[in-house]
């Protein structure tokens, strides 16, 4: 078997600051470790489980948060800023699953620590097709496109909420009950080591449960910047780009991926 695991850094257990997840702040290099330490237990859970191939993303900003000597042996790893067209190097039909670890909120999710949508500096908010959408749905839809089904996401409840409502049926582990953008009920990081891999392999086993994303065509993106200027720097033709008001563009494409590298290009 074969998996695919996408790792971003607001869900992972012990993680609720802006300094946490910031390359440079203080506590940046402690949330390494935590982030290391909790993929390191679901790829562990995935050999268990009887991966022979695991090939694992780091999705968090610059792509180059783990702590490299201190990764699991048994996965691939890929770093670094890559194009939406390349997002998931290596990723193919042959795959069994996804599992997107450490994941959070949509923009806006209220009571979600760390909610954004993919640029917390600019986007206020993303809708596809007429429903809101966030980065478990635009990954879910990104593996789709090779017929692969996300099967498990971890983070807060409320990622795990979402990830329910748009996936249908995928697996969750919850790493904290969220109350606030940076606050919660947060489980012990050992504990979440301890019950993350478990969780993991439960997903591998009835992974035939869970359908590959997708979502017929034609597309449209509605943008929403934080503020006016963002979206007057942005390109518009009044055909396929159009600005619906201040802070608001619409992008209209019959080719998904085309239209997500439109949006984040």
Known sequence: ??????VDMEGIA????????TRGETLYQEARQLLTDE????????????????????????GYNFLFDRLHP??????????????????????????LVGYHGMAGTEGAILDHS???????????????????GFEALLFGLHGVPVIFVSGD?????????QLGTVFTYETK?????????????????????????EAVRRRKECSPYSLPAPYEMKITYINTSLADTRYYD?????????????IKDTDLLRLFSRTFG
């Open 177 to 201: 009950k969220a109350a606030g953008r940076h606050s919660g009920l947060l489980k012990a990081p050992k504990r979440v080591q301890k019950e993350i891999g478990e969780s993991a392999m």
């Open 39 to 62: 993929v390191n237990a679901v790829v562990e859970g995935l050999v268990r489980a009887g991966a022979k191939e695991i090939i694992v993303k780091d999705a968090h900003a610059t």
């Open 14 to 21: 012990g993680i609720a600051f802006k300094e946490q997840i």
């Open 157 to 165: 409840d409320k990622t795990c909420d979402e990830a329910k409502k």
């Open 1 to 6: 078997m074969k998996f695919y695991v996408s």
């Open 118 to 136: 993919w640029s917390i500096a600019d986007i206020f908010g993303l809708e596809l097709n007429g429903t809101p959408i966030g980065e478990i």
């Open 238 to 250: 009044d055909k396929e780009a159009v600005r619906l008001d201040g802070r608001t563009k619409l």
């Open 74 to 99: 048994a996965a691939s790893y890929v770093v670094g800023p890559l194009a939406m067209s390349s997002r998931f190097p290596g990723v193919d039909s042959t795959f069994d699953g996804a599992l």
